[in-house]
């Protein structure tokens, strides 16, 4: 795979033409319904991303479809979120498809709230973001947690790592802990691009692709890139060790947007990802855009079939 991903130089020019491809980490937000506590101190996310919002960004760019990611409301709101959405992967006027919805894996009713949406096929997985001040590191270690997180594997569902980069081992750990439990570590395991130093990231992406039940989500870098000051040399030596140590049967892409709107717009992140990963073989690149994510969520009956 290494050297299928060699980063390209940043004078070769985007595609002209891209193949339809899956979002598998699309967010929206409605501050008129929901609270999310993260955008309390304001900053250019702090405002409603609706789905016309995300229409509008993804425009002319072949989106055949998205999975909704759950943004981190407040526990107390997780299930309307999870109702707000479902409607809209019930509807024929947008792309959305399937949502990993928002979930705790260690409270006492974790099983009652998967038993609520037992009967909704959209449901793919859940999610619980470990990165923020008030979940420390190996929380997601402890025996609720992952008592939890078997559950999820009984009912067929996944489970989202979205961890600090240096935190890797606790999600290896975890899955090992799980093996019956599929899990996508997001964001290429949150590695910042204007990081000097990436080595530790490097052997713990080692460590966590050595987990057969864990796939990798390129989604989410170019969010810590240098805005207006960052080019394609820049992601893809992330890219590119993601790819080498999941192979191109796990790893798939989602856009993290509007989160990846702190530097890109949705069609700068997009065509600079095809730009790096221009020299793959074209079925590897159908892999990465949409063939991995159809399986991985079982979408082959809610999609058309994709060249």
Known sequence: MEDESKALSTSRPAP??????LDTHQHLWDLD??????LDGGGPLARSHRMADYQMAAAGLNLAASVYMEVDVTPDQQALEAEYVLELCRRDDNPMVAA??????ASDDFGAYLDRLRDCAEVKGVRQVLHVA???PG?????????????????GLSFDLCLRSNELLDGARLAEACPETRFILDHCGNANV?????SQWQRDIEQIARQSNVVCKISGIVASAKPDAWSTDDL??????????FGPNRIFFGSDWPVCTLAATYRQWVEALQTIVAGW????QRKLFHKNAVEFYRLAGALPELS
Not at 33 to 38: A, C, I, K, Q, T
Not at 100 to 105: D, K, L, S, T, Y
Not at 236 to 245: C, L
């Open 16 to 21: 002209r033409t891209s193949r339809p491809f």
């Open 134 to 136: 008030e979940t420390p």
């Open 194 to 198: 204007q990081s000097k130093d990436r």
């Open 33 to 38: 319904r929901f609270r999310l506590p993260w």
């Open 139 to 155: 929380y997601c270690l402890s025996p609720t947690f992952i008592r939890g997180v078997r559950h999820l594997g009984e009912r």
């Open 281 to 284: 073989p074209a079925e590897n």
């Open 236 to 245: 893809a030596p992330i890219i590119n060790h993601v790819a080498s140590e």
């Open 100 to 105: 990993v919805i928002g979930g705790r894996p």
